[in-house]
Antibody, heavy 122, light 107 residues
Framework: QLQLQESGPGLVKPSETLSLTCTVSGGSISSRSCYWGWIRQPPGKGLEWIGNIYYSGSTFYNSSLKSRVTISVDTSKNQFSLKLTSVTAADTAVYYC??????????????WGQGTLVTVSS | DIQMTQSPSSLSASVGDRVTITCRASQTITTYLNWYQQTPGKAPKLLIYSVSSLQSGVPSRFSGSGSGTDFTLTISSLQPEDFATYYCQQSYSTPYTFGQGTKLQIK
């Protein structure tokens, strides 16, 4: 059973870089039928897609964050990571990693990690 | 970006009720529409993909329909565990976007 688990600091200072890692277990991150993604949810608010990465390193980012986001993959560790630079209080959110499964031309997010709350504060 | 708008934003209902949640896309997304359920403090869970396909393990009281820009999620007979927030999501084009959520509360 595929499982994802986020890890990283829960508190980041304004203007610094948020760094999170997602560890995939129960399956290979090198699967050709999926991308791996990050989605965030500010407290009490809705869901925002941040970006996806393929095992080869190919990435897609939300244009609203593109200048500050980098997603990378480490196939040897079965992990992928998120870096978000120059954070502000608006980046405070629960950050989820998820598999974006591709079937034919369609795709959806499943499963999701449990999420990790990152607070931006001095 | 494709905007996804859900209605209502919140809904009060009783166990056994039939409820319908609507999701509208700002442009056609054909059948690239997914539904997720989120309970407090938990990650979203995939309920329905490709408009109407039930994810494995999801009870048959959940169903989805629609195409183009208008979609619905129906719960035929509410159970206590169904009181949660529901999100639609378009997988037609990036950036993948979600509806604002519909919070289903106990009446």
């Amino acid at each position: 059973q595929l499982q994802l688990q986020e890890s990283g600091p829960g508190l980041v200072k304004p203007s610094e870089t948020l760094s999170l890692t997602c560890t995939v277990s129960g399956g290979s991150i090198s699967s050709r039928s999926c991308y791996w993604g990050w989605i965030r949810q500010p407290p009490g608010k809705g869901l925002e897609w941040i970006g996806n990465i393929y095992y080869s390193g190919s990435t897609f980012y939300n244009s609203s964050l593109k200048s500050r986001v980098t997603i990378s993959v480490d196939t040897s560790k079965n992990q992928f990571s998120l870096k978000l630079t120059s954070v502000t209080a608006a980046d405070t959110a629960v950050y989820y990693c998820a598999r974006r499964l591709i079937v034919a031309t369609d795709n959806w997010f499943d499963p999701w990690g449990q999420g990790t709350l990152v607070t931006v504060s001095s | 970006d494709i905007q996804m708008t859900q209605s209502p934003s919140s809904l009060s209902a009783s166990v056994g009720d039939r409820v319908t949640i609507t999701c509208r896309a700002s442009q056609t997304i054909t059948t690239y529409l997914n539904w997720y359920q989120q309970t407090p403090g938990k990650a979203p869970k995939l309920l329905i993909y490709s408009v109407s396909s039930l994810q494995s393990g999801v009870p048959s009281r959940f169903s989805g329909s629609g195409s183009g820009t208008d979609f619905t999620l129906t719960i035929s007979s509410l159970q206590p565990e169904d009181f949660a927030t529901y999100y639609c999501q378009q997988s037609y084009s990036t950036p993948y976007t979600f509806g604002q959520g519909t919070k289903l509360q106990i009446k």
